[in-house]
């Protein structure tokens, strides 16, 4: 649904980071790796994108390649892992 997200890091930790896309923050959840390549508070970014959608969950999730979130998809489809595992 949502393929990536390009605009300015609002901020960041070590769950994620907020993206402000032409006004509209996004909470997206990032593995660490990917947390420590984003540049500071108001830099540019750009995050490959998956949208996790459950009957009480809607987290979106964002990786720094394509790559990242084909790894993604495979492990979320094994049973018991939960994508933030």
Known sequence: ???FLKGKLVSSDEQGAVIDVNGVGFNVIMPLLDINK???????????????V????????????????KYFKNLI???????KA
């Open 1 to 3: 649904m949502i393929a």
């Open 38 to 52: 984003l540049p500071e508070a108001g830099g540019d970014v750009f995050v490959y994108t998956y949208l996790y």
């Open 54 to 69: 459950r009957e009480d969950i809607m987290d979106l999730f964002g990786f720094s390649n394509k790559d990242s979130i």
């Open 77 to 83: 489809s094994v049973y018991g892992v939960g994508p």
